[in-house]
């Protein structure tokens, strides 16, 4: 069971989080028992692929399109979606970390100060500013995600990744383009 999930996301790339979550689990367990096993599947898991980084990174890097639509909630005022969209661009950009330090990603963002202190490349006071994040009123936690997703963009770029055009795709600014339906006047 375990050789045929390690073939799979090893081998054929499959990008299943649930399966990645197993294959951190394997890698930061300590074993009971089975100590021989689990040496040759942390063998076999070791280091993550690169195609697989590669696969996976673009998903977890497109955090541009939360932008608008995070400042948009913002200025409306819709705390819920905004707090929503700020914990996904967070949940994203732990992933994006992960996969930049060659860290099979968990599923669930449980125990990240521990995550944090494994990954050697992160931005500093990461586990601070995502409680920020999470803690501040929606305005200031828009402003440091966004400084927090450009110090993602700034290691990646320095691990030899191609971000230009994310990067000038996230830092242009839009408005929504879109306009409320309404009643034409002649069938109110």
Avoid at 153 to 178: C, K, N
Wanted: proline share 5%.
């Amino acid at each position: 069971m375990k050789e045929t999930m390690i073939r799979q996301v090893v081998e054929e790339l499959d990008t299943d989080r649930a399966k990645m979550t197993l294959l951190h689990s394997l890698l930061h367990a300590i074993p009971l028992k089975g100590t021989d096993v689990v040496r040759i599947w942390r063998e076999q898991l070791e280091p993550m692929p690169q195609a697989l980084i590669e696969k996976m990174l673009p998903d977890y890097l497109h955090v541009w399109a939360y932008q608008v639509v995070q400042k948009l909630a913002v200025e409306r005022n819709d705390l819920l979606f905004s707090r929503q969209l700020l914990a996904q661009t967070c949940e994203k950009l732990v992933v994006a970390l992960c996969l930049l330090n060659r860290e099979y990603p968990p599923f669930r963002m449980k125990h990240l100060e521990k995550l944090a202190t494994a990954l050697e490349h992160k931005p500093a006071n990461f586990v601070k500013r995502i409680d920020e994040i999470c803690n501040r009123p929606v305005q200031e936690a828009l402003v440091i995600s966004k400084s927090l997703v450009e110090e993602c963009f700034d290691i990646a770029e320095q691990l030899g990744y191609e971000l230009s055009a994310a990067r000038t795709h996230y830092q242009t600014v839009r408005r929504a383009t879109f306009e409320p339906i309404r009643l034409k006047e002649n069938d109110l």
